[in-house]
């Protein structure tokens, strides 16, 4: 799933291509993909977008004039692309927006599972579907991070991706945070002390940055993470194959030498747990 650094670089591309040149149609829409029905998107015909904001990992594009906001959300599938005037797209996307000079905006999803989502709301409609998000992760302060640890106690992995702490982070930067950290996924947060904290919002802050950056050059999975999807691969570190365990329903990926003292993690599947 795109995260922060992915949805930040494709929302920099974005930005400058739906605002040229007003929109002549928007839709049709797939029935699972769109969320809401009233306004309805043929509200957009003959609007312009301002722009495309972020928040979290959702794309929000408004309206020249903000009184509409269409919101995206990819989950794993789903990709946001604009095609260029007598471009090739694809013939029947999730959802379209057709510019006035033919270029157009299309959501597109792999796979037989459409979860990707949009959502066309009013302003008020907006920020009550943002409300429940925490503070966007690139900004975090230590204090921040260090009043979120104390917020809860709960392993570092899984705080890390809650929307309603941290907004931006999903299980690949969290694996990548946690391991430029020196830090266990499965440490409680009520028990890292000061000098951990401070390692903390320093990967979270470096890590997110480095992601965006090497995102914006075009960089792939496998040339941007340093640990997620790599079992095995020696720790850029310390040279140690690097582990995986399953936690709830996320695999984690760690080093065993720089973050949990040599010890392998067990499984915590929540299907195991469960038995
Ligand atoms: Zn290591």
């Given amino acids: 799933m795109p995260e922060l650094p992915e949805v930040e670089a494709w929302r920099r591309q ?4 739906v605002k040229k040149v007003p929109i002549e149609k928007a839709g049709p829409a797939h029935i699972a993909t769109l969320k809401t029905f009233d306004p309805p998107v043929s509200a957009l015909d003959g609007e312009g977008f301002k722009g495309v904001e972020r928040r979290a990992k959702r ?16 989950m794993s599938a789903g990709r946001l692309k604009y095609i260029p005037p007598h471009g090739k797209g694809a013939k029947t996307p999730m959802f379209r927006v057709r510019f006035t000079d033919g270029g157009e905006l299309q959501l597109t999803e792999a796979g037989p599972k459409k979860r990707a989502g949009v959502w066309l709301l009013r302003p008020d409609a907006l920020a009550a579907e943002l409300e429940h998000l ?14 979120i640890l ?18 931006g982070i999903g299980r690949a930067w969290a694996n990548e945070i946690l391991w430029s950290a020196r830090l266990s996924p499965y440490q409680l947060s009520t028990q890292v002390d000061d000098e951990e904290t401070e ?22 999975d496998a040339k941007t993470y340093r640990v997620h999807n790599k079992l095995g691969a020696p720790c850029e570190r310390c040279g140690t194959p690097l582990a995986r365990v399953d936690f709830e329903e996320h695999t984690i990926y760690y ?16 299907s195991r747990l469960l038995k």
């Fill in 199 to 220: 390692r903390l919002a320093t990967a979270i802050h470096d890590e997110l940055a480095r992601g965006l950056e090497l995102r914006l050059q075009g960089a792939n």
């Fill in 134 to 147: 925490g503070p966007e992760a690139d900004r975090l302060t230590t204090e921040d991070v260090a009043r």
């Fill in 255 to 270: 080093c065993p030498t720089c973050q949990t003292g040599g010890r392998t993690l067990k499984d915590r599947r929540l």
């Fill in 59 to 74: 794309f929000l594009l408004p309206t020249d004039d903000e009184e509409l906001v269409v919101m995206v959300h990819l």
């Fill in 14 to 17: 974005l930005d400058p291509l």
């Fill in 150 to 167: 104390a917020s809860d106690s709960r392993r570092l992995h899984s705080m890390l991706r809650d929307q309603r702490l941290i907004a």
